[in-house]
């Protein structure tokens, strides 16, 4: 892990009780080690639909990062994505939510969103490709143990990791999104669909 990563993690980390404040200020407080507690992340999904990151919570949910212009791990994670929801709902008759948020809002406007999920059809609600609108896409990579950082000729180095979130936003378990679904992983899925 880089010095980098390291740095965002715990700068997310220390930053989270900020988040906590506001939460139970607006009346919406959330557990301390929730990821929903990251301050003000405010999205936009590829339908043009405008949310705040922590109205998310009450469900289990897969979060990942990506960016709309990737051609190698980012397809690879949305198809992954995409295999890891017919598993689960294959076992438990549940759809499970899905939320890639973009680390390169510069670029990933509503028109790349809407081409990359039609490219790989997925729709709103269960498949959320999202830009931030405000707030730090850095501190949600930070927690969520994601990597990336651009490269000069364009696009960027990241590693692919997707965690699964209880319905209060905490971390339950954590893959690299590769190669077929992880039998441990879709298991924990699972546990979470059934406590639903």
């Known amino acids: 892990?880089?010095?980098?990563?390291k740095f965002m993690m715990l700068l997310a980390l220390l930053l989270i009780p900020m988040g906590q404040a506001t939460a139970a200020a607006t009346g919406r407080a959330v557990p301390g080690d929730s990821v929903y507690a990251i301050p003000a992340l405010s999205l936009r999904d590829q339908a043009g639909h405008v949310f705040d990151f922590a109205s998310l919570r009450g469900v289990p949910r897969l979060v990942g990062m990506f960016?709309?212009?990737?051609r190698m791990a980012c397809p690879l994670e949305i198809e992954y994505?995409?295999?890891?929801?017919?598993?689960?709902?294959?076992?438990?008759?549940?759809?499970?939510?899905?939320?890639?948020?973009?680390?390169?809002?510069?670029?990933?406007?509503?028109?790349?969103?809407?081409?990359?999920a039609a490219m790989h059809h997925v729709n709103v609600p269960t498949f959320l490709l999202a830009r931030p609108e405000h707030g730090d896409e850095g501190m949600l990579a930070g927690v969520l143990g994601i990597a990336y950082r651009p490269l000069p000729g364009g696009g960027f180095s990241h590693n692919v990791r997707v965690s699964l979130l209880d319905a209060q936003g905490r971390i339950v378990a954590s893959t690299d999104a590769s190669g077929m679904p992880d039998r441990a992983f879709v298991r924990a899925i699972v546990a979470q669909q059934n406590l639903r």
């Open 67 to 70: 960016y709309g212009s990737c």
């Open 1 to 5: 892990m880089t010095i980098r990563c």
């Open 81 to 116: 994505l995409k295999s890891l929801q017919h598993a689960v709902t294959a076992k438990t008759g549940k759809d499970v939510p899905v939320l890639l948020v973009s680390f390169d809002p510069s670029n990933d406007d509503l028109d790349t969103l809407k081409k990359v």
